[in-house]
């Protein structure tokens, strides 16, 4: 693709780094007449996508709207495209031409996809009848895809996608646990291809509807400067605390990665600057390059975007993205918080030093400068909320162009401001950082990057926009920094050049939209490929077959059961995007962990399963053999990869044991939270779990541990995450009642009660399954049968002692249950009174007392004891 001077200077100079892009965005980068052509379909992509997604269309008449099926087969046929034109086949293949047989390939691959454009209406005339030569086109595009998905994403992704359409023929002749109906290559090629259950599906609707605009607003900001400001600021911030460029490496990449969508991303943006210099201050390479990769690994589950996952989750679960955010804060909060306090244990162990601030400062004036730091944030934040609310009310219809115009006025208020001090200038990772950039200055200079972002959350939070509309808004916002920003601040430094400055805002606007729309190429080839995923979960009913195949490895035991199901999911995101990521293990193993979970008697909240799938599936890039995000650091900090994939993995423990624990105690994602008392409870107990379990896994607290002070502090970190396992040992949360009795006892309870009991019966795949459910009673009232009846969707029948299900209401809870006709309602658990789960804390804090008592005992006695935690 025809580069820009800026893209021919961001070419990467080691061999990590291209390993990366070439991952990522592709590796080739083609001079010349192809370049350019390429570099003119990449911007067409983005300014389509921007079209398709802003009201535009709708302004201009019914004339200009395009149907979303449509919208996502020219979104495949861009994708394809450029997928075979910037990912070489092979590595020996040319970097800077694209060969004739990838450009036949390239153009091939589109016209599958054109195919079915041009000649939507008789495809839809036909649907479920396929001719011959829609047969082959279908099986023409897939072979196509497989390549590309080989290409952009790697092996492991498309082993799994011809797995899936090798399962689909192969159905009857495999062994009886996994074995389905016949399907023929008609009824493939019209799933997979024809239709919106497969390649055109869900997957690819999300990557047209809102993915591919937040992939380009990542794009856009790293552009306007905002990726620098970011890791600036964070140094500045930390730098002077003990290994303060390794914690600046974990907060810039919490600010980077949750927009960037791709720790690999992450890891090469910010890496190339905090891995060599965390080297400097005494890190080895291994632990330095194993820091960063955590930390990007972290930046994908950090609210308010996630990597766009946030949003896709909306889709999945249905739930409202405010919802969503507060059940991802926690978890994300603690686990960089680990991650931060194991740095800092690193710290202390290596004993390394700080780096200078310019100047000295008290801890009153920290103190001080800090509070009025949060103060005023708050007072900004609650002043902008009541103003603009002010605005709406007053001004109704009009409120647009005064919010508008409020807008245009705090921009260059800010830019004001950030053009009395100094450029960001981006420090050579190779040049040693001797004194930490001033702080306010540094955050001064950049605070108008936040405008963009601060538009995206007002417009999901407050006005509930959907996020194809509020990344829309948000895309316009950076578009105008980026093309206003040079010459406003040329402007107020009366330098002059308003023309050139201009000028440069206009290619930094075209290089930003060129450069998210060659970010997109792989997330587009991987969501496609997890269409085929999702269509053969559907037609082939393989999300059954993984249930009972780990429900025989298991032995039936819920704790082994999810354990595979981490495990597979682990291998499934191997080498993928957080939102491919994501795409790939909620459509095979959420459904899954539900059914396991039932079946193991414990109920779980549909989005703690998604929760659940996501953390796993995205730890896998720290975890063996694969750990691409790991090896990919090892290579800038010319580090030993294997090491460095073993310390990453055990740096990553953290974020793996936060998805078993939310399971299993939900409050961890603050679902069931009755108070804002009860809120800072469930925070404080988890921070403390955390940094007990880092402190364990570490082996130091005060001092150095004893295994046996290590294995106490695992003790108190799991029994202040999860009391109730101790609790349930002495006294069982539910005794069992009489079936028959099931009417009298719904009859009794209050409004709002839910009813739990275990069913068992036969599945519409004719497998016996035997599960607990869990059914809303409703209001109070009529009689336990038409609460039954009318709340949860059942009508029973009373047979020889025996609890029916007679009949069961389309779309009611117990129909969404899967419950069928015939089902015996087996027994009634009913919850018992018993002790409070916060009386387990007591002994838990009283080991902790203990251990701590035992290492200041052993502090106080060595004199060449390591120094005590500072001033962290």
Known sequence: MSASRSDQANVPKNNAESIATGKEFGGRRPKGVGGTVLYLVALSWTVFQIYVISPLPFVLGSGFIIDDTQIRLI????????????????????????????????????????YIFFFYDTLAARSGAPLTQDIVVASLGLLILFEATRRAVGIPLAVVVITCIAYAF??????????????????????????????????????????????MFGALLEKAGAGIWFMRSSFALLGHLKGGPAKASVVASAFFGMISGSALAN??????????????????????????SSSS?????????????????????????????THAFLPAFISYIGLYYIVHLESIKLGLRALPRRGTTKALQKILRFAAAFLGAFIIVGGVYYILTFVKAVWAD???????????????????????????????????????????????????????????????????????????????VILFILLTQRPIIAFFRGRGGYIQASLQGTVDVVDGMVTGARNMVGIGATMAAAGIIVGAVSLTGIGLVLVSVIDTLSGGYLFPMLLITAVITIILGMGLSSSANYLVVSALMAPVVT???????????????????????LVSGNTPPVALDAYVAAGIAKADPLKTCLQAFYYTMRTMILPFIFIFNTELLMIGIKSWWHAIFVITASLAAMLLFVAACQGYLLVRSRRYESALLLVVAFTLVRPAFWLDQIYPPF??????????????????????????????????????????????????????????????????????????????????????????????????????????????????????????????????????????
């Open 398 to 476: 009009s409120s647009f162009f005064v919010v508008f115009l409020l807008f245009v006025l705090a921009y260059l208020a800010l830019l004001l401001v950030s053009s009395r001090v100094p450029e960001l200038v981006r420090a050579d990772p190779n040049e040693p950082m001797d004194v930490l950039p001033e702080t306010i200055p540094t955050l001064l200079a950049g605070l108008h990057y936040l405008l963009p972002v601060g538009v995206l959350i007002w417009c999901l939070i407050v006005e509930r926009f959907s996020p194809g509309l509020s990344i829309y808004w948000a895309s316009l």
């Open 297 to 325: 690994i972290n930046g994908q589950v950090m609210p308010p975007v996630m990597g766009a996952v946030a949003f896709m989750i909306m889709e999945f679960v249905g739930v409202s993205y405010l919802e969503v955010i």
């Open 75 to 114: 979104f495949y046929a861009f994708t394809i495209l450029l997928t075979f034109c910037l990912f070489p086949a092979f590595k020996k293949s040319s970097r800077s031409r694209v060969p004739f047989y990838d450009w036949a390939l390239a153009l091939t691959g589109a016209a599958t996809s054109l």
């Open 735 to 872: 005794e069992q009642v009489d079936p028959t009795m099931i009417e009298q006892y719904a009859e009794e309870q209050p409004s709002g009660t839910l009813l739990r009991m275990w069913v068992e019966g036969q599945s519409f795949n004719g497998r016996q399954v035997r599960k607990v459910v869990v059914l809303p009673l409703g209001q109070n009232g009529p009689s336990g049968a038409e609460r039954f009846e009318k709340a949860a969707g059942l009508t029973l029948q009373f047979e020889a002692g025996k609890v029916l299900v007679d009949n069961v209401r389309f779309n009611s809870p117990a129909n969404q249950e899967a419950i069928d006709v015939d089902w015996e309602i087996q027994t009634l658990e009913v919850p018992v009174k018993r002790p409070n789960k916060v009386w387990l804390y007591i002994p838990a804090l009283f080991l902790l007392g203990a251990v701590v008592f035992l290492q200041a005992k052993r502090r106080g006695r060595s004199a060449n004891a390591v120094p005590n935690l500072g001033r962290q």
């Open 267 to 292: 890891v090469v943006t910010t890496g190339t600057f905090t891995i060599p210099l965390m080297i400097r201050t005494g890190f080895p390479a291994e632990k330095a390059a194993a820091i960063e």
């Open 170 to 215: 192969l159905g009857p002749y495999m062994p009886d646990v996994i074995a389905h109906r016949f399907t023929s290559m008609g009824r493939v090629a019209d799933h997979m291809w024809l239709s919106t259950q497969g390649v055109f599906g869900i997957p690819l609707g999300i990557a047209t509807n809102f993915v591919f605009l937040f992939v």
């Open 595 to 617: 059914s396991l979970a039932a079946q193991g008697g414990l109920v779980i909240p549909l989005i703690a399963v998604h929760f659940f799938v996501f953390y796993c599936a």
